[in-house]
């Protein structure tokens, strides 16, 4: 088997019948990590003084299991929901599954409205195709997003109050690969989809990234600190993995 270079920051290494293409990413952290994205690509995290030869070997030694987990991503994103917006169809918020109930009205603004076990979508008479689709989807976007923020508002003050430490500022995003970022300068990004996940798992985001304005790595300390605000943070974090896929628009 023999290693190649590959674009700029692209390597592969060829594992019997299989060529694994991996992304490596240096930083200052003291081992070599791999994950696998939400779209099955594959980033290797090593330090600045790390080999490319040790990356290699790091590589090639967790060949196998790099391939289960991409074919592990690839058969989920294979079920990903293809949207309809129509009647009936199923949407979530907060965990639970509402059905799809589509409004024409003769004028004013669109908007959203829970009943019971179904999710009003108001829209302008008249509208149909694609544009209707838009008009139907830009309102569930824009109403999901508002409730989310006043959510996430809740949560925060809570886990900030609990962990002692405060973010400069919480943006909502539209991210295709997080659920939620931290930057140095303690400014936290979340992925407005967690909307549709039940709260436990919102409080899971919530809490990972407060916990980065103490500790910016995924080191020992930082999830010590994580289970002493969660305890069974990791079957939240299990249930985005393997459900993160239905939290779609």
């Not at 991210?175 to 303690?186: A, D, E, I, L, Y």
Request: glycine share 4%; aromatic share 12%.
């Amino acid at each position: 088997m023999k290693d190649k270079y590959y674009k700029e920051d692209k390597y592969y290494i060829e594992n019997y019948d299989n060529r694994i293409y991996y992304t490596l990413l240096r930083t200052k952290r003291k081992t070599i990590g791999i994950t696998i994205d939400r779209n099955g690509e594959v980033k290797v995290h090593a330090p600045f003084y790390a080999s490319d030869r040790q990356v290699f070997e790091v590589v090639r030694k967790e060949a196998d299991w790099i391939i289960k987990k991409v074919k592990e991503v690839t058969e989920r994103n294979s079920k990903l929901i293809c949207r309809q917006f129509v009647n009936g169809e199923k949407f979530l918020y907060i965990g639970k599954e509402y059905s799809l109930e589509i409004v024409e009205k003769d004028s004013g603004r669109s908007g959203v409205l829970i009943q019971e076990d179904t999710l009003a979508v108001y829209i302008s008479q008249g509208l149909s195709g694609e544009i209707r689709k838009q008009a139907i989807k830009e309102a569930l976007i824009k109403w999901y997003r508002q409730r989310f923020a006043d959510i996430i508002k809740e949560r925060f003050e809570k886990y900030s109050s609990q962990l002692k430490v405060s973010p400069c500022k919480v943006v909502i995003k539209d991210q295709k690969t997080r659920w939620g970022s931290c930057s140095k300068k303690g400014n936290i990004n979340m992925n407005w989809r967690l909307i549709m996940a039940p709260v436990e798992i919102i409080d899971y985001v919530v809490v990972h990234e407060l916990c980065h304005l103490k500790v910016m790595n995924h080191s020992k300390d930082f999830w010590n600190l994580v289970a002493s605000i969660l305890p069974n943070y990791n079957e939240r974090r299990k249930w985005l993995k393997v459900n993160g896929n239905r939290l779609v628009i």
